[in-house]
């Protein structure tokens, strides 16, 4: 079965970075774009970054401005995010998603697969 296993969570302070990565098995990575999407308390799930399932196609969510990169590794199947500069508002669980021949689409339905998420927690 699809599994997506997030790690790399944690508590930071403003102003810090955090590296995330999602292990990927039970599918052909290569087939699925890869996604990140988050989740603060009391918020709907909110698109992060999205990368195609080929090609260099990457999206970001608005909210990001230069601060987060994502990139995969087909030879891992991983993909990760890298976010420097966090804010407070950044806090949230988030999650990994997989979405077959996918565009790199920011709509949570492209998705079929997710893992179980990972907290995020920035201090001021």
């Known amino acids: 079965q699809v599994q997506l296993v997030e790690s790399g969570g944690g508590l930071v302070q403003a102003g810090g970075s955090l590296r995330l990565s999602c292990a990927a098995s039970g599918l052909t990575f290569s087939n699925y774009a890869m996604g990140w999407f988050r989740q603060a308390p009391g918020k709907e799930r909110e698109f992060v970054a999205a990368i195609r399932w080929r090609g260099v196609y990457i999206k970001y969510g608005d909210f990001v401005k230069g601060r987060f990169t994502i990139s995969r590794d087909t030879s891992k199947n991983t993909v990760s995010l890298q976010m420097n500069s966090l804010k407070p508002e950044d806090t949230a669980v988030y999650y990994c998603?997989?979405?077959?021949?996918?565009?790199?689409?920011?709509?949570?339905?492209?998705?079929?697969?997710w893992g179980q998420g990972t907290q995020i927690t920035v201090s001021s």
């Open positions: 998603a997989a979405g077959y021949r996918g565009d790199g689409s920011p709509r949570i339905t492209e998705y079929a697969y």
